[in-house]
């Protein structure tokens, strides 16, 4: 099946379409692609955090200051989210990954990767991408921030000596002892941790002593940040970010790159819906067989609104976004499953401090493919 874009090319819409239709062809190209491997030739050690910067606020400052003091001599490398420009949350980021790349370098990362499309994944299946990139990057630590509470000092403990968590539903279990170490739910920072910690245990990535756990910043509103950039007020939310965020913000917006979050390929999700044979639908990813019946016997639709009533409720509150995403990528679950089982085939880097710091890590990742986005 094949999806024609014929809209003007100076809008955000048009963006948007371009970045899915160029993500899409490099996706399946990686997923026939294989690692490598080779012996390091350089021995800093790696610091490597995974987050999605959207946009880089006072809270992700703050993590990645603790981090550099604890590692002074370190060369901290930035995992930014990565094809599709979707969130866990199966949500459009604000801005694309290139901007949040420079927002990173701006405020002292040395070097940023591309992570994994989260979006169009199950969080399962983007934690052990995530855990493979770790991995890959053979990280020496990593920084992590958590919302502090007596409970969750044992799982940290637990973690802290390499010891996986698995979280179950309403407790968290010792994957080694079994033992429930707490009962009921996590904060979303703190559930995030313990996945990574599941994920990392099952790829057989010892851990120990390499998580940095960094108490999070209370009080950085989201809401208030995406408000202000939607209105075009980015001054209006400088308590929760930093200058040179505001700088690239600011930037993006005269350049008509942001705000990308609204944005979804209408027309291509439309088509895809409208247009696909009952097999083409019935193998994309996430994409449940209720709502795959639903979009067949209701088709065809005119408006996102109308095939949103026929998303059924997942397990996660965000199934309905990631729904919307896996038909934008057209990914379907063989692909899928191709792609992590090799990931990460290639490290694509996003954007680095300078020359230097981009030849001491080709030094210190010999071992794995590298490749320098322009």
Do not use: W
């Not at 703050?62 to 550099?68: G, I, N, P, R, V």
């Not at 694309?96 to 940023?112: E, H, N």
């Not at 899928?336 to 880097?349: A, G, M, S």
């Amino acid at each position: 099946m094949k999806y024609m874009v014929d809209s003007p090319m100076n809008s955000r819409e048009s963006l948007v379409k371009r970045i899915l239709i160029k993500d899409r062809k490099m996706f399946l190209e990686d997923s026939r692609k294989l690692p490598m491997f080779k012996e390091p030739e350089s021995d800093v050690k790696i610091i490597a955090d995974f987050t999605e910067y959207n946009p880089l606020h006072i809270g992700h400052l703050h993590c990645f200051k603790e981090a550099k003091k604890i590692v002074p001599g370190g060369m901290f490398v930035a995992i930014v989210p990565g094809p599709f420009e979707r969130s866990g949350r199966g949500l459009p980021y604000i801005m694309t990954r290139q901007a949040r790349s420079k927002s990173a370098i701006a405020l002292g990362a040395d070097v940023v990767v591309e992570g994994p499309p989260m979006g169009i994944m199950g969080s399962g299946q983007y934690s052990i991408c995530l855990a493979r990139m770790f991995k890959a990057l053979d990280a020496d630590y990593i920084p992590r921030g958590y919302k502090p509470s007596p409970e969750f000092k044992v799982i940290l403990e637990r973690i802290s000596k390499g010891v996986g968590v698995a979280p179950k539903p309403y407790r968290m279990v010792d994957m080694e002892s079994g033992e429930v170490l707490l009962h009921g739910k996590l904060h979303e920072d703190n559930y995030v941790i313990v996945s990574l910690s599941k994920s990392l245990t099952k790829i057989d990535f010892n851990f120990q002593d390499k998580f940095i756990f960094v108490p999070r910043l209370e009080d950085v509103s989201g809401t208030i940040i995406r408000e202000a950039v939607v209105s075009g007020e980015i001054n209006s939310a400088k308590q929760f970010l930093p200058p040179e965020t505001i700088k690239i913000l600011k930037n993006e917006l005269e350049l008509d790159r942001a705000p990308l979050h609204q944005i979804r390929d209408v027309e291509g999700i439309l088509y895809t819906v409208n247009q696909s044979t009952v097999n083409d639908l019935k193998i994309l990813s996430i994409i449940d067989e209720r709502t795959r019946e639903a979009l067949l016997d209701k088709r065809p639709f005119a408006s996102i609104t109308e095939l949103m009533e026929c998303v059924a409720r997942g397990f996660s509150r965000h199934h309905p976004q990631r729904v919307l995403s896996s038909l934008e990528a057209r990914i379907d679950r063989d692909t899928l499953r191709r792609y992590i089982e090799n990931y990460p085939p290639v490290i694509r880097i996003l954007n680095y401090k300078s020359e230097e710091v981009l030849r001491e890590f080709k030094k210190r990742i010999t071992h794995r493919r590298l490749e320098v986005c322009q």
